[in-house]
């Protein structure tokens, strides 16, 4: 009886052993951006550790964004998500294809909605900027802004400046933008706007996911 109870308090001691490094774990310095985060909210630290080795930790921010950190090898991968309030960088990333299919593609040349996705544009930079983990000027929004926009020239076999027929590309991006163009068409200015102020209302961490 004895042996039996020295052995469970062994194996209890092994448990205690084994987890209180990772209770500590959500709070260390994992040499990333994102560790003043983790530190702020100690205290809604969740830290798994798989069989593989890699320790995962998740936080919610204060905005109710969740951060999640994946960390094997050394390596640190991150992911953020935001089921609360809605993705913005998703959403940007969603605008920014958009508003570059509307100056490269012949079908859909609709100058009023290239106009109202500029000023949608402007909205989302501005968040992202005031609210970015990292704080990126403007000029550093409008680079990556060209940046996407000469990508998507190049998926299109695009020339630097003109229109093609993007149907020809095969990519099914098109239909992804007419889908898109069709949903802006069935709202007025002021109702589309008022969605996009609803969506940045709460200061929050910018987040990727969920996205399309």
């Not at 109870?5 to 994992?30: I, M, Q, T």
């Not at 990333?32 to 798989?50: I, M, N, S």
């Amino acid at each position: 009886m004895a042996r039996n109870r020295s052995k469970r308090v062994a194996g209890l001691l092994a448990l205690a052993l084994a987890f209180s490094p990772l209770a500590a774990a959500g709070a260390e310095d994992w040499g990333t951006p994102y560790d003043k985060l983790f530190a702020d909210g100690a205290e809604r630290v969740k830290t798994f550790k798989d069989e593989d080795g890699s320790v995962t930790r998740e936080v919610i921010t204060k905005g109710g964004v969740q951060i999640r950190q994946v960390r094997k090898n050394g390596e640190v991968s991150t992911a953020t998500a935001d089921v609360l309030h809605g993705p913005v960088l998703c959403f940007w990333e969603i605008a920014v294809t958009v508003r570059a299919a509307l100056d490269v593609c012949e079908e859909t040349n609709r100058p009023d909605l290239a106009k109202r996705l500029d000023t949608t544009l402007g909205k989302l930079n501005r968040f992202i900027m005031a609210n970015g983990l990292e704080k990126a000027s403007k000029a550093e929004m409008d680079a990556a802004m060209t940046a996407r926009f000469q990508r998507f020239r190049k998926s299109q076999a695009a020339p630097e400046t003109g229109r093609v027929a993007c149907s020809k590309a095969g990519s099914g991006t098109l239909g992804f933008v007419n889908a898109y163009l069709a949903d802006m068409d069935k709202k007025s200015e002021t109702d589309y706007q008022a969605g996009i102020d609803k969506l940045l209302s709460v200061p929050r961490l910018p987040a990727m996911n969920p996205c399309l």
